[in-house]
């Protein structure tokens, strides 16, 4: 059974930074991060393979990396805005996926991100 932990998160102001890190307990193909605010469907904020990819929301100011030795994601979060608050899910796969979260056979538990205006 893969376990995707996650670690990270926390209240913010506007303007600042937080990290989010997800440990995979196997090798994947695609890791990705999404998040979901209350009343909100699920969405894509970026993906990693080989390449990276991002939704035009957080294009810019959010970046994703990874960490091949260790089968961990991280998800760099700059500039944050009060519109950012969500719980924030990392995915993954072990074969290309791309922004639709049912492509994802993979999830953590969640995490909170809050930011205050």
């Known amino acids: 059974q893969v376990q995707l932990v996650e670690s990270g998160g926390g209240l913010v102001q506007a303007g600042g930074s937080l990290r989010l890190s997800c440990a995979a307990s196997d090798r994947m193909y695609t890791m990705a991060w999404f998040r979901q605010a209350p009343g909100k469907e699920r969405e894509f904020v970026g993906a990693i393979t080989k390449n990276t990819y991002y939704a035009d929301s957080v294009k810019g100011r959010f970046t994703v990396s990874r960490d091949n030795a260790k089968n961990t994601v991280y998800l760099q979060m700059n500039s944050l805005k009060p519109e950012d608050t969500a719980v924030y899910y990392c995915?993954?796969?072990?074969?290309?996926?791309?922004?639709?979260?049912?492509?994802?056979?993979?999830w953590g538990q969640g995490t909170q991100v809050t930011v205050s205006s």
């Open positions: 995915a993954a796969t072990k074969r290309y996926s791309g922004t639709n979260y049912r492509e994802y056979d993979y």
